[in-house]
């Protein structure tokens, strides 16, 4: 049974950071592009960064610059530092794997 759990999602002031930590389980996960997506209240989910088992990164372009996205295939963990956060990074964070999703953890940015 695979499972992804996220964690490390709460509130923060802009300007702050956060990291966010996906533990996965059940898959090949050093064999896997692993990605976070996020959503936010009434618009579509997004794919925000991604990570290929050998390290290669990609990001959205919102988020270039600010976020981090890396991995410890020793621990089957993805992560995500964001720094200079902003209210519009407030959404939803699932991590995610081929069809495998998270069940998501808020992040919230105040003005």
């Known amino acids: 049974q695979v499972q992804l759990v996220e964690s490390g999602g709460g509130a923060v002031q802009a300007g702050g950071s956060l990291r966010l930590s996906c533990a996965a389980s059940?898959?090949?996960?050093?064999?896997?592009?692993m990605y976070w997506h996020r959503q936010a209240p009434g618009k579509q989910r997004e794919l925000v960064a991604a990570?290929?088992?050998?390290?290669?990164?990609n990001y959205a372009d919102s988020v270039k610059g600010r976020f981090i996205i890396s991995r410890d295939n020793a621990k089957s963990t993805v992560y995500l530092q964001m720094n200079s956060l902003k209210p519009e990074d407030t959404a939803v964070y699932y991590c995610?794997?081929?069809?495998?999703w998270g069940q998501g953890t808020q992040v919230t940015v105040s003005s």
């Open positions: 990570i290929t088992p050998a390290g290669s990164t």
């Open positions: 059940g898959i090949a996960f050093r064999l896997n592009v």
């Open positions: 995610a794997a081929r069809s495998y």
